[in-house]
Structures are given as structure tokens and as C-alpha cells.
């Protein structure tokens, strides 16, 4: 890859971690405001809590992607972004475009998931 399409990605992971982190905001302050509107009953307080657990589920998942994002910018500065942490073999063009935090290859991460690194 060349600089013009390195930095090119780096604003579109850059915008990515961006857009993660106003989502995670507005899970969070949705999950402030659940059962503060009245005196809720006992379903609204299951209905709640519920809800609190999956806003909770979904800000593990922000947290995640944007460390995936973090990971994907420092690979840029070490110089080694596209390549296969595992194999060191360049990620096909297209996983890159779909994922462009990916650290594998398709075959090593069917590795990684079936064994672990």
C-alpha cells in the first residue's frame, strides 16, 4: 500500500472509532434514564434491567471495536498494517476493505478461533 491509501484508511478507522464512541455515549446515557420516567411497576423494572444488561452487553462490544481500531492504527505506525500477525503473509485487498482492523488472514483466523494463538 502506498501513503496516499494508508492515510486514507487511517481516516476511515480514525472516523470508525469516532462513530463507536458517540454510539457508546448514547447507550450510556439511554441506560441512565431507563425507570426514571414515573414509578414503575414490576415489569417496568424487569423491562429495565434488561435493557441496562444488553446496554451494558453493547458497550463491551464498542469497547472491543475500538480497541480492534487502537490496534489497527499502531500496526500503521510499526509499518506493518495488511500483514498477518500470525503467518506474515499480506491480507488479501478485499478483508481490508470489509475489515479494515483485521489482524489475520481468513485461514489463520479460522486458526486462531478453532485453537486459539
Not at 98 to 111: A, I, M, N, Q, T
Request: overall charge negative; charged content about 35%.
Amino acid at each position: 500500500m502506498d501513503e496516499e491509501q494508508l492515510q486514507e484508511i487511517r481516516n476511515h478507522l480514525l472516523k470508525m472509532r469516532e462513530e463507536v464512541l458517540i454510539e457508546a455515549e448514547k447507550a450510556y446515557a439511554a441506560s441512565q434514564s431507563l425507570g426514571k420516567d414515573g414509578v414503575p411497576d414490576i415489569g417496568d423494572m424487569s423491562s429495565n434491567s434488561y435493557n441496562q444488561e444488553v446496554l451494558m452487553n453493547l458497550s463491551e462490544a464498542q469497547r472491543s471495536r475500538v480497541h480492534d481500531i487502537d490496534a489497527a492504527l499502531e500496526r500503521m505506525d510499526k509499518g506493518v498494517y495488511g500483514l498477518c500477525a500470525r503467518c506474515e503473509e499480506e491480507i488479501p485487498a478485499r478483508r481490508m476493505e470489509v475489515r479494515p482492523f483485521s489482524r489475520y488472514c481468513v485461514d489463520c483466523k479460522s486458526e486462531v478461533e478453532k485453537f486459539g494463538e
